[in-house]
C-alpha cells in the first residue's frame, strides 16, 4: 500500500554529467540519483534564510547548497545570495543566513554545526538575467574544527579539467517519497 507520505528528508545525492565546454549542454545519465553519506561529500553545506527557518522549522530555510572550501570560507552560487522577491532583485545581508555542515540530513540537526555569515563576496560582474559569474563566497564568523568526523574542505584541483570529464556532482535536496 502506498502513502503518499512525504517523509521530508534531504540527502546529498550525487549523479554524473558531462563536462561540456559551454553551459547549457551538461549530460546526464538515466539512473535515479543515488544518496550518499555525509562521508562521501563532507564538503558539502547548507546555506539557509533564518527567517524561514524560523517559520517553517529547521531545515526548512535551506535555499542553496554550498561547499567547504576552507575553515572559514563557503563557496556558493550568487544567484542564491539575491532576495529574488523585491521587483528588482537585491542583494541579501549576511545576517539572513545561516550556514549548516555535517550531515546530509536537512532536518536533522545531529552532527551538524552552525554559522552565521559575517561577510558576502558576490563576483561583482555577476549577472542576474544570464547567470554569468554566478559564484559568491561567504566568511563565516567562525572556524569549522577539522577535528570534526563530517566537516571538511573540499580538495581543490589545481589543473584544468579537459572536456568531456566525467565528474560527480553532489546537491543536497528535498523530495517526496512513496512507502
Ligand atoms: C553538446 O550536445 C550536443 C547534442 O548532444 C552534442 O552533439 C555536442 O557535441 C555537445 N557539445 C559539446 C561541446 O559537448
Ligand atoms: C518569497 O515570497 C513568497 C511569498 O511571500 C514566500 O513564500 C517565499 O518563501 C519567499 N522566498 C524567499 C526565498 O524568501
Ligand atoms: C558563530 O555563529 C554561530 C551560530 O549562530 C554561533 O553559535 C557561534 O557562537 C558564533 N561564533 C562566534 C565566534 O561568534
Ligand atoms: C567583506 O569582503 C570585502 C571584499 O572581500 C572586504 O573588502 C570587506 O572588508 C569585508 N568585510 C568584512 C566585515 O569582513
Ligand atoms: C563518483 O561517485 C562514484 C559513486 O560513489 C564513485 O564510484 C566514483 O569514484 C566517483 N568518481 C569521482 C571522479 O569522484
Redesign the pocket.
Given at each position: 500500500m502506498f502513502n503518499n507520505l512525504p517523509i521530508s528528508l534531504l540527502r546529498v545525492l550525487i549523479i554524473w554529467c558531462l563536462i561540456a565546454g559551454n553551459e547549457g549542454n551538461q549530460t546526464y545519465d538515466e539512473e535515479p540519483d543515488p544518496e550518499i553519506s555525509i562521508n562521501d561529500a563532507k564538503y558539502q553545506a547548507s546555506l539557509r534564510l533564518v527567517s524561514l527557518e524560523k517559520t517553517n522549522g529547521y531545515g526548512h530555510g535551506h535555499i542553496c547548497a554550498g561547499t567547504i572550501i576552507s575553515q572559514r570560507v563557503i563557496l556558493t552560487a550568487a544567484h542564491c545570495v539575491i532576495d529574488v522577491n523585491h521587483t528588482s532583485p537585491s542583494d541579501r545581508k549576511p545576517e539572513e543566513f545561516?550556514i549548516v555542515v555535517g550531515s546530509a540530513n536537512l532536518y536533522d540537526k545531529a552532527n551538524t554545526l552552525?554559522?552565521?555569515v559575517q561577510n558576502i563576496t558576490k563576483h561583482k560582474s555577476f549577472d542576474w538575467e544570464t547567470y554569468y559569474n554566478d559564484i559568491t563566497l561567504l566568511y563565516?564568523?567562525?572556524s569549522i574544527p577539522w577535528t570534526w568526523p563530517t566537516a571538511e574542505a573540499v580538495s581543490l584541483n589545481s589543473e584544468l579539467v579537459p572536456e568531456q570529464t566525467m565528474c560527480n556532482v553532489t546537491d543536497l535536496y528535498s523530495r517526496r517519497t512513496c512507502s
Open positions: 545561516v552552525q554559522y552565521k563565516l564568523n567562525d
